[in-house]
């Protein structure tokens, strides 16, 4: 047995046939036949469940009544002088939208709307603002 394997012309009575193509199944393009061997993830979406539970999120901070009212106060002035366009930073809480908490985030520009009934700041940056979310002003 050990001489069939260093036999070099073993072969040489299938070399020169023709390869088979079936009549029935149309040929596989190289695209497919490759997709046969791609990396298979049984637990589809699962590295995206522990990636997002591990993210942090902030909890929103409660400002009490004195607090609220100075932030009022500012707001109040800045709709008084919007044509004057201070430049102005806000920090606001903008809730998580997957879960619990959220992140504190600070723009900083020139307001551009105050818009009293949805209670809503547009920046000059295109950013809006949940009034209720704003826990700091200050003119820059």
Known sequence: ?????????????IMDLPHHQSKEQTHMSLHDRAAQFAPFAALAGHEEAIEETARLTDEKIMLDETAIEK?????????????EKRNVSITYFRPDTQKCGGAYLTDVGTVKKMDEVEKVILMDSGMKIAMEQIIEIEEV
């Open 1 to 13: 047995m050990s001489g069939y394997y260093k036999d070099e012309h073993r072969y040489d009575d």
């Open 71 to 83: 932030i009022n106060e500012k707001l109040y002035d800045i709709s008084q002088h919007l044509s």
